[in-house]
């Protein structure tokens, strides 16, 4: 069964790139009935998705980060990253990455999750 990892710093200065990195094992990311997404929950709040990747190329973002989001794959090294550009103490959270199986739509596996503050 698929299983992932989160990786990147955990500390993050205001205005620079937030850069994380979701490693894919049991399964691999060119499977098509996959499709692996990112996920946060800042303090006091509820999970937000934030975007996605498919093995067919297309991306998808939630609007409310579209002008500063990146999601990524590397196929040859079964993994897929998160940029997060000019962020603020507000994109603070935990950010999990997981994997969503078709078909029914459902979360099939997820990664422990891994900290991320933005401060100077």
């Known amino acids: 069964q698929v299983e992932l990892q989160e990786s990147g710093p955990g500390l993050v200065n205001p205005s620079q790139t937030l850069s994380l990195t979701c490693t894919v094992s049991?399964?691999?990311?060119?499977?098509?009935?996959?499709?692996w997404v990112w996920i946060r929950q800042s303090p006091g709040k509820g999970l937000e998705w934030m975007g996605a990747?498919?093995?067919?190329?297309?991306?998808w973002y939630n609007p409310l980060f579209k002008s500063r989001i990146t999601v990524s794959r590397d196929t040859s090294a079964e993994k897929f990253t998160l940029q997060l550009r000019s962020v603020t103490p507000e994109d603070t959270a935990v950010y999990y990455c997981?994997?969503?199986?078709?078909?029914?739509?459902?979360?099939?596996?997820w990664g422990q999750g891994t900290q991320v503050t933005v401060s100077s």
């Open positions: 997981a994997s969503v199986r078709t078909p029914g739509w459902y979360a099939s596996a």
């Open positions: 990747t498919h093995i067919s190329g297309n991306t």
């Open positions: 049991g399964g691999s990311i060119t499977t098509n009935y996959y499709y």
